[in-house]
């Protein structure tokens, strides 16, 4: 067993410890919200090419069946939560990705499911097969990312590690360290499969210290597994790596930093260096669509803040639009002054409550006007705070000043581009300086010279 | 729901409690033990100075700022700051009328003429120090015995040893504060409570202090092995002069000092290096001041020198 307090902990240089604010939601079990009678499902909801409908209006659709689909290889399917009848095809808020063609179908409530082909013992199938069922599934980078898991899976070069994110270091969020609880062993199904697509001999997965019961269920399952298999079924052992609970442990590079010491190099991924990582949710997605033949149509979301009556978390179909599920969830104590989706780090505010929630949606945060706290922009004191905490070596005061006084040629030494959006700087400033919009435009202003 | 009512803003959407008005006053907390020495050991001299220095520095920056049409921001505590830091190196006997003159060049000249604070380079209580060492050297090198305050003396503790090789040093009364010198240059304990209060706090970083604090021992040390007549210990160096209100106060204002680790490191080290040449081979007691401009000047530089690595590289 661990001895947590004493263990080393993997980390990586700079970053902040944030207050959790986990505590609303880590001990609810994940419950399921009944699909609403209106589905507003947006037709692209990964990173890459635009799909395109498979259905038009007045079609029929049966749950599980795939409704909008794009021929480039970047991308990934989205399939009907429900079964019923499509209403329209029209652009509608999308809560990542801004106004996107959705399709909006009316739920019969009967869920009539497409055939779904359950499988026993998928990791027989072939690397090439599993990799078109993932594909097929529509499983995309859970953990916020969407990007299509099928092309990281599928890279030239020779892998040999691969991290499972666990780490799920944004405040408030649980969905994670619940499905970690809850699906111990689909996950670990789901990593055994990954593993055998990858041929990979590393695997760990990592999880930060503040979710000890995660820990100690993975540990469980995966000691449980090791004795019922040997290593001759090709399982290999899944290493555990506790990891101090500090902003953004999360990101690709702050894991394989914080784990094996190593620095992806500027404008190089993670697949460069024969490393892959994948979040606990994706493996999830990945044991569904391989062992119970399920496309990727709902997820576990967090619903949570001081606003709500019931915080939790729930399993959410996507295309249920939010103000359906505050609904399931109590309704609201106190009327929400922001609603963030994501985390309060790297999350993005929204407009309204007309809002589908996709697949990248980890959690739902809704924030009383209590909650918020409002500051004023003074001028940067040069007190280094953001020097400090940035986990890329950056120095964002200089990159600030830079674009505030239109310095665009300083901007190259400066390397605004490799910045991870994290806004640890942006937090620990002391003079609430919006640094992370600062290097936005700086990183918009490199991007047009090239 | 009515959506006018949501904010909307771009994350991170959680902060800090960390502000500037608060770091500056932790710098003010830290610098209340010094003051209460001062005040001990040069009485109502000491009580008159400071109060006028922070009162004139107030006055002029939000005089200053209105004028100037900035944004009147004296609640942001830095001028405060200033003027106490000012006081606190100033002799005991300076006439009123220089003390505010002096207030005038640190908030007007030193912070305001650069574009207010962030973007002054120089420490505005040691510009303004510097240009009345050279506008009124009489008044600048008059020191009074603490606590028998008539007595004008001519020497401090650096002057003695360095004018006439008096090494004989009470290091008690040196750390105690019962020396002649600025207000806030005597008491080497009061400014160490306040040090080890920003340290904990975070609000300095310690690289610069120890970098500077380290490096006046070192040269010291060496240079009182070799020739001992001439040359007072590591720890005189330290305690005497102001040494430690410049190592824990003056080099470590952020807006003057390197952003970058490294930076902060060749900093502390370099005002180190400064001081002891002044100290040893100049024609002046005293380095400090001199030296933590010079570092001053070049901030810019040091920064754009010591970027850290780029990531992966
Ligand atoms: S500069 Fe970018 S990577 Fe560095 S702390 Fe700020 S947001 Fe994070
Ligand atoms: S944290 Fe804010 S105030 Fe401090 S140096 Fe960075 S930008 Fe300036």
């Not at chain 1, 979301?301 to 019931?310: A, I, N, P, S």
């Not at chain 2, 303004?128 to 401090?156: E, I, K």
């Not at chain 2, 004989?168 to 002649?180: A, K, Q, T």
């Not at chain 2, 502390?268 to 380095?287: F, H, K, Q």
């Given at each position: 067993m661990y001895n947590i307090d004493t263990m080393s902990k993997g980390t990586f240089n700079g970053g902040v410890f944030l207050s959790e604010r986990k505590e609303y939601t880590v001990d609810k079990k994940t419950k399921a919200i009944p699909a609403p009678r209106e589905i507003i499902l947006p037709l692209s909801q990964h990173i890459g090419s635009p799909n395109e409908p498979l259905?038009?209006?007045?079609?029929?659709?049966?749950?599980?069946?795939?409704?909008?689909?794009?021929?480039s290889p970047v991308s990934a399917p989205v399939h009907s939560p429900v079964s019923g009848r499509v209403k329209s095809i029209q652009d509608f808020s999308n809560p990542i990705y801004r106004k996107t063609p959705a399709v909006v179908i009316e739920n019969d409530g009967n869920d009539e499911s497409v055939e779904l082909v359950k499988r026993e013992n998928p990791e027989e199938l072939s690397k090439q097969e599993l990799i078109r069922i993932i594909r097929d599934a529509g499983v995309v980078g859970l953990g916020g990312a969407t990007f299509p898991t099928h092309i990281k899976l599928n890279v030239p070069g020779k892998i040999d590690t691969l991290i499972i994110n666990g780490a799920e270091c944004e405040p408030y969020l649980t969905c994670d360290h619940r499905l970690m609880i809850e699906k111990t062993n689909e996950i670990l199904n789901g990593i055994y499969l990954l593993a055998r697509i990858l041929e990979v001999s590393n695997i760990f997965l990592a999880i930060e210290d503040n979710k000890l019961s995660a820990i100690f269920a993975m540990e469980k399952a995966i000691r449980e597994r090791i004795k019922k298999f040997s290593r001759s079924k090709g399982h290999m052992p899944v290493q555990i790596v506790v990891l101090k609970a500090k902003y953004p442990q999360g990101g690709e590079n702050q894991l394989i930093k914080a784990i094996l010491k190593k620095e992806v190099l500027p404008g190089k991924f993670p697949t460069d260096m024969g490393i892959v990582v994948q979040n606990v949710g994706t493996c999830f997605a990945i044991y569904q669509a391989a062992y119970e033949g399920k496309p990727?149509?709902?997820?576990?979301?967090?619903?949570?803040?001081?606003?709500?009556?019931?915080?939790?978390?729930?399993?959410?179909?996507?295309?249920?639009?939010?103000?359906?599920?505050?609904?399931?969830?109590?309704?609201?104590?106190?009327?929400?002054?922001?609603?963030?989706?994501?985390?309060?780090?790297?999350?993005?505010a929204?407009?309204?409550?007309?809002?589908?929630?996709?697949?990248?949606?980890?959690?739902?945060?809704?924030?009383?006007?209590?909650?918020?706290?409002?500051?004023?922009?003074?001028?940067?004191?040069?007190?280094?705070?953001?020097?400090?905490v940035c986990p890329v070596n950056l120095v964002p005061t200089e990159i600030m000043r830079m674009v505030k006084y239109s310095r665009w040629h300083y901007l190259d030494k400066l390397h605004p581009g490799d910045c991870i959006e994290c806004g640890a700087c942006a937090y620990a400033c002391a003079s609430k300086v919006p640094l992370v919009q600062y290097i936005k435009l700086a990183k918009l202003k490199e991007a047009k010279k090239k | 729901m009515k959506e006018e009512n949501l904010y909307i803003s771009p994350g991170p959407h959680i902060f800090s409690k960390e502000s500037t008005p608060g770091l500056m006053k932790d710098v003010i907390i830290a610098l209340v033990p010094a003051i209460f020495a001062s005040i001990y050991f040069f009485k109502v001299k000491a009580f008159i100075l400071l109060l006028v220095s922070i009162v004139s520095c107030v006055v002029f920056e939000a005089a200053i700022q209105f004028l100037m049409k900035r944004k009147i921001a004296i609640s942001d505590c830095s001028a405060i700051v200033t003027g106490i830091l000012f006081a606190m190196v100033m002799p005991p006997s300076l006439p009123i009328w220089v003390c505010i003159l002096g207030c005038f060049v640190a908030i007007g000249l030193a912070k305001q003429l650069f574009g207010g604070l962030g973007f002054n380079i120089?420490?505005?209580?040691?510009?303004?120090?510097?240009?009345?060492?050279?506008?009124?050297?009489?008044?600048?090198?008059?020191?009074?015995?603490?606590?028998?305050?008539?007595?004008?003396?001519?020497?401090?503790?650096?002057?003695?040893?360095?004018?006439?090789?008096?090494?004989?040093?009470?290091?008690?009364?040196?750390?105690?504060?019962?020396?002649?010198?600025?207000?806030?240059?005597?008491?080497?304990?009061?400014?160490?409570?306040?040090?080890?209060?920003?340290?904990?706090?975070?609000?300095i970083d310690w690289r610069i202090p120890l970098g500077y604090i380290g490096t006046v021992f070192i040269i010291s040390f060496l240079t009182n092995l070799i020739s001992p007549d001439i040359y007072a210990g590591g720890l005189f160096h330290i305690l005497a002069g102001g040494l430690l209100i410049g190592a824990i106060f003056?080099?470590?204002?952020?807006?003057?000092?390197?952003?970058?680790?490294?930076?902060?490191?060749?900093?502390?080290?370099?005002?180190?290096?400064?001081?002891?040449?002044?100290?040893?081979?100049?024609?002046?007691?005293?380095?400090?001041?001199?030296?933590?401009?010079?570092?001053?000047?070049?901030?810019?530089?040091?920064?754009r020198m010591t970027r850290p690595r780029r990531y992966g590289t």
């Open positions: 259905v038009k209006p007045g079609d029929n659709v049966k749950l599980g069946q795939r409704i909008g689909e794009s021929k990727l149509i709902e997820r576990c979301v967090t619903f949570t803040g001081g606003c709500l009556k019931e915080p939790g978390n729930f399993i959410v179909r996507f295309g249920t639009l939010l103000k359906d599920a505050i609904e399931f969830c109590g309704g609201f104590r106190e009327r929400p002054a922001k609603i963030i989706i994501g985390g309060p780090m790297m999350g993005i929204q407009y309204s409550l007309d809002i589908p929630t996709v697949k990248g949606v980890t959690g739902v945060i809704f924030l009383s006007k209590r909650e918020l706290k409002f500051f004023e922009e003074s001028t940067c004191i040069r007190c280094a705070r953001c020097v400090d | 120089f420490n505005p209580a040691l510009l303004a120090r510097a240009f009345l060492a050279a506008a009124f050297p009489t008044f600048m090198t008059r020191w009074n015995h603490p606590l028998s305050l008539d007595a004008v003396t001519g020497a401090t503790p650096l002057g003695l040893v360095k004018f006439s090789h008096n090494l004989d040093i009470n290091y008690r009364d040196l750390f105690i504060g019962n020396v002649s010198g600025s207000l806030g240059e005597t008491s080497a304990l009061a400014l160490v409570i306040g040090g080890l209060y920003l340290l904990i706090k975070k609000a003056m080099a470590t204002d952020p807006v003057t000092s390197p952003v970058t680790k490294t930076g902060r490191w060749v900093f502390g080290i370099g005002c180190g290096a400064v001081t002891m040449v002044i100290r040893l081979w100049s024609g002046l007691p005293e380095g400090v001041m001199y030296a933590i401009l010079l570092m001053n000047a070049l901030m810019p530089l040091l920064n």
